[in-house]
């Protein structure tokens, strides 16, 4: 009998030892892991977050409202996207206008209604189309021609090709500064890196054939040089 009351005490023991026992090293190393990490348990987020099952179709919707502005409205029947640098016939063409910094036909007759300071404050914001209209507006003011060729020079190696667009407007529109050769050199320069439409607002220069092949041979070094060795991006072609 009192070997049983023995024994039955050294369980006891044995199972109070057990619950009071230091979790084991590869458990604290986990939790050290979670705690290190922002890690939650599962039960932490459900109760810290809120089902959205409608997020990934606002991620789509946005995209597709980016892409939709630089196409043709059906309701536009005056939008034509053949030869308008600003105008996609297609989504893929959008996407490029997009990512190289052209502006759609809305935005642009927003931002020309832009003062310098409101123009400069949507370029520090990463607005491309709006870093060039501000360089334009700099490059126009007496004495700051070079400035302003210097922040188109800049977007256009950053992969702006809208850029070229804008030095070409530049150099036809600055009285002081005028030269119809760089301004349709760099139109070519544009073409030459992927913009097959810049050739349709080239043809509209009208320049004799020896101003054209000085053009041409001002944007071959142009291309070596000024656009710091960007490699061509092919504007889709539906």
Request: proline share 4%; glycine share 8%.
């Amino acid at each position: 009998m009192n070997e049983i009351k023995s024994l039955t005490v050294l369980l006891l023991a044995l199972a109070i030892t057990s619950c009071g026992q230091a979790p084991s090293a590869d458990n604290s190393r986990a939790e050290s892991i979670a705690s290190a990490t922002g890690q939650e348990s599962e039960a932490q987020v459900a109760g810290s977050s809120k089902p959205n099952p409608d997020g990934v179709k606002v991620v789509n919707r946005a995209s597709s409202a980016s892409v939709a502005q630089y196409l043709c409205s059906q309701s536009d029947s005056g939008c034509k996207s053949d030869g308008d640098p600003f105008v996609a016939s297609s989504e893929d063409e959008a996407r490029w206008l997009s990512q190289h910094g052209y502006p759609s036909k809305e935005e642009f007759a927003r931002l020309r209604l832009l003062t310098p300071s409101q123009l400069e404050a949507e370029a520090v914001s990463g607005n491309g189309a709006a870093a060039v209209m501000h360089a334009k507006k700099v490059g126009m003011q007496p004495g700051r021609f070079s400035e302003g060729v210097l922040k188109l020079h800049e977007q256009a190696v950053s992969g702006n090709l809208y850029a070229y667009y804008g030095l070409s407007e530049l150099y036809w529109r600055n009285v002081d500064n005028k030269n119809l050769v760089d301004s349709a050199a760099y139109l070519r320069v544009a073409y030459l890196l992927g913009d097959w439409k810049a050739a349709d607002q080239l043809a509209r220069f009208n320049l004799p054939q020896a101003e054209m092949v000085a053009a041409d041979r001002r944007a071959a070094s142009l291309l070596s040089s000024f656009s710091g060795g960007m490699e061509p991006s092919r504007r889709p072609m539906q």
